[in-house]
């Protein structure tokens, strides 16, 4: 499943001055790095919940993965 681009773009335009302008190939990088991140905290984050024998990811699960992965 990939991530929309529009809301990468408007993620990474938001972040920006405002004037800030993302051509295709810099969008279609943006949306491969965010999905191999977020793909990162998801094995971050079933890591703590298997750790606290659960099955089910909850907030703290999230944060200790952000913690770990950065």
Do not use: C, F
């Not at 681009?5 to 993620?11: D, E, G, N």
């Not at 001055?17 to 905290?41: F, H, K």
């Not at 079933?46 to 913690?67: F, V, Y």
Request: charged share 25%; glycine share 8%; no cysteine.
């Amino acid at each position: 499943m990939a991530l929309p681009k529009a809301v990468v773009k408007r993620i990474l335009t938001e972040s920006g001055d405002g004037g800030l302008r993302v051509s295709g190939p810099a969008l279609d990088l943006a949306v491969v790095a965010a999905e191999e991140y977020i793909s990162r905290l998801a094995t971050a984050a079933l890591q703590s919940a298997t750790e606290n024998k659960r099955k089910t990811l909850m907030d703290a699960d999230i944060t200790n993965a952000r913690a770990r992965v950065g």
